[in-house]
T-cell receptor
């Protein structure tokens, strides 16, 4: 079974702090994704990566950056946390091929609260 | 751009059948996925459609009509454990990412 893990389930930070969210997958997947999930808005893509050191902006990249130095690890960085970044953050990975094999596997999520 | 629409909430009775609709307006299409998400948990894959028609998988089936930009997820013999949110997602043909709908929260009542 594919396993996607995230560094924290719950995180509380203060406005202006730098925040690191880590995601690790163990199935040698090419693609990795960071989403945030808010009530009524569904999952919105922040950034994704299709290869080591490669990254693409999603729909809402403002206020975030990412790092992928190793294939299995994809980090989301909030340079200066703000209260409107309070949300559930979900990491996902996929094999990167077309069709059914492009199914995304999600981590358990990190619920971030910015005070 | 891409827009995906689903009903916000639905309620059904244990043992019944429920159909959850998803409509999409996209600049292209390269497959549609359905995911199930229980409260406080990660989404998990349910089904995939890329051609028109019905895909059946046990109690769950998913239908696609590309010409109408429409899909539905059909759940039969509903069980209490089916209470969850159901997410529709369309794959972007230009790249590797997906666009998700807002999700439908299904409540199964005894």
């Amino acid at each position: 079974d594919v396993k996607v893990t995230q560094s924290s389930r719950y995180l509380v930070k203060r406005t202006g702090e730098k925040v690191f969210l880590e995601c690790v997958q163990d199935m040698d997947h090419e693609n990795m994704f960071w989403y945030r999930q808010d009530p009524g808005l569904g999952l919105r893509l922040i950034y994704f990566s299709y290869d080591v050191k490669m990254k693409e902006k999603g729909d809402i990249p403002e206020g975030y950056s990412v790092s992928r130095e190793k294939k299995e690890r994809f980090s989301l960085i909030l340079e200066s946390a703000s209260t409107n970044q309070t949300s559930m953050y979900l990491c996902a990975s996929s094999l990167g091929l077309q069709g059914r094999t492009d199914t995304q596997y999600f981590g358990p999520g990190t619920r971030l609260t910015v005070l | 751009g891409q827009n995906i629409d689903q009903p916000t909430e639905m309620t059904a009775t244990e043992g019944a059948i429920v159909q959850i609709n998803c409509t999409y307006q996209t600049s292209g299409f390269n497959g549609l996925f359905w995911y199930q998400q229980h409260a406080g948990e990660a989404p998990t894959f349910l089904s995939y459609n890329v051609l028109d028609g019905l895909e059946e998988k046990g109690r769950f089936s998913s239908f696609l009509s590309r010409s109408k930009g429409y899909s539905y997820l059909l759940l039969k013999e509903l069980q209490m454990k089916d209470s969850a949110s159901y997410l529709c997602a369309v794959r972007d043909p230009q790249g590797q990412n997906f666009v998700f709908g807002p999700g439908t929260r299904l409540s199964v009542l005894p």
